[in-house]
């Protein structure tokens, strides 16, 4: 594959996301918002005598629910982000999900921070061993960490990761 086509197909994979996230946030939440409110109305407000005595008109049934529906819906998102376990289930997958998990972001991270821990790492071991302060099990140790961030650098992964993922 050559690198005109890579950058098409994540230009391509890239507005797939955010079509995906403009319509599920923003257009389908106000279209089912008002749908619901439509439907509930017609098909029970208006077919039960008490209620549309209460909500003679639809725009003072859809304040109403607005009113209480809006601090509602908050509370049970909150409900959901503090004080249940199914978000943390979420952000568990999320983060088996990431390959960042397992490899360096782009950006400042892979190009200053890991090649600066990589070579501070080096300076130390060195100025260890020049000291006789090093066991043979630390020596190993430090040499499979200067591994693993080699490899990071690189652009490789480490740890585990579900799959391993092309960018």
Do not use: C
Not at 57 to 63: D, P, Q, S, T
Not at 127 to 140: A, I, M, P
């Amino acid at each position: 594959m050559n690198l005109g086509s890579i950058a098409t197909l994540r230009l391509v994979y890239r507005a797939w996301y955010y079509f995906r996230l403009g319509y599920s946030t923003y257009l389908t939440f106000l279209l089912g918002y008002f749908s619901t409110l439509v439907t509930v109305y017609y098909l029970a407000v208006k077919n039960m005598p008490p209620l549309l005595d209460l909500f003679p008109h639809f725009l003072e049934f859809a304040v109403l629910a607005t009113v209480v529906g809006v601090p509602l819906a908050g509370g049970i998102g909150w409900i959901h982000l503090k004080r249940s376990r199914l978000f943390s289930s979420e952000q568990d997958i999320s983060v088996e999900a990431n390959p960042y998990i397992y490899k360096l972001q782009p950006g400042w991270m892979k190009e200053a921070w890991a090649p600066v821990m990589l070579a501070q790492l080096a300076m130390l071991r060195r100025l260890s061993e020049k000291g006789g302060l090093l066991t043979d099990s630390e020596k190993k140790e430090i040499a499979e960490l200067e591994g693993k961030m080699e490899t990071l650098v690189k652009g490789g992964y480490v740890g585990s990761p579900r799959r391993e993922l092309s960018f």
